[in-house]
């Protein structure tokens, strides 16, 4: 499986993006996808996740109620959806996929199969 993330930008406080992470291999579409983030000098924090029918879905605290996650399983895509958009959401935003689902929390780089590249998300005004 290969994933490639896209939508990244620069954009004011309280502004949106719309970040996509397009899945390819034959069984990409069974994959459970996650959503992290790192910031310079932090660690690797976990955003937000989606199973793969689409029908479990988590958030971390700082993020839930702005941010939604959604997957279209005919297309291998997964999108995160994130609106009031503060300074402190600045980070590289990365999306992962693993067979399990496994919410909550970010278990190091070698619980996920697979990775994508990442796409920068700085708000500033």
């Known amino acids: 499986v290969q994933l490639v993330e896209s939508g990244g930008g620069v954009v004011q406080p309280g502004g949106s993006l719309r970040l996509s992470c397009a899945a390819s291999?034959?069984?990409?579409?069974?994959?459970?996808i996650y959503w992290f983030r790192q910031a310079p000098g932090k660690e690797r924090e976990f955003v937000a996740a989606?199973?793969?029918?689409?029908?479990?879905?988590a958030y971390a605290d700082s993020v839930k109620g702005r941010f939604t996650i959604s997957r279209d399983n005919a297309k291998n895509t997964v999108c995160l959806q994130m609106n009031s958009l503060k300074p402190e959401d600045t980070a590289v935003y990365y999306c992962?996929?693993?067979?399990?689902?496994?919410?909550?929390?970010?278990?190091?780089?070698?619980?996920?199969?697979?990775w994508g590249q990442g796409t920068q998300v700085t708000v500033s005004s």
């Open positions: 992962a996929a693993t067979p399990r689902y496994y919410p909550g929390t970010y278990y190091g780089r070698e619980k996920y199969d697979f």
């Open positions: 291999g034959p069984t990409s579409s069974s994959y459970a």
């Open positions: 989606i199973n793969w029918s689409g029908g479990a879905t």
